[in-house]
């Protein structure tokens, strides 16, 4: 079974930048595509950006040209580099995986099996 652990989260101020990571342990043999999401108190669960086996990538439009998903595959980190950041993206921050790609609906929770436990991410303006 997939184990997932981010880091990187904090505080930062309206236009700074943070590079979250995300862990992979006891890894499957199978292929897995992964994701990256987010939730603000009271909102629902956001997708944000998704990365597949061969490392095609969609984003969603609130962080296109902002944030940008890679993963290295031989250390088996997930990250997000996350720019210009806004107080609107104070959130928890979720990395999440699933054994091979996702040809559609990339960005909809519901299509991942595994979650790690999150990372606080606070924008002040």
């Known amino acids: 079974q997939v184990q997932l652990l981010e880091s990187g989260g904090g505080s930062v101020q309206a236009g700074g930048s943070l590079r979250l990571s995300c862990v992979v342990s006891?890894?499957?043999?199978?292929?897995?595509?992964m994701a990256w999401f987010r939730q603000a108190p009271g909102k629902e669960r956001e997708g944000l950006a998704y990365?597949?086996?061969?490392?095609?990538?969609t984003y969603a439009d609130s962080v296109k040209g902002r944030f940008t998903i890679s993963r290295d595959n031989a250390k088996k980190i997930l990250y997000l580099q996350m720019n210009n950041l806004k107080p609107e993206d104070t959130a928890v921050y979720y990395c999440?995986?699933?054994?091979?790609?996702?040809?559609?609906?990339?960005?909809?929770?519901?299509?991942?099996?595994?979650w790690g436990q999150g990372t606080q991410v606070t924008v002040s303006s």
């Open positions: 999440a995986a699933r054994p091979f790609d996702l040809a559609y609906n990339r960005l909809v929770a519901g299509n991942y099996d595994y």
């Open positions: 006891r890894y499957t043999t199978n292929p897995y595509s």
């Open positions: 990365i597949g086996t061969d490392s095609q990538t």
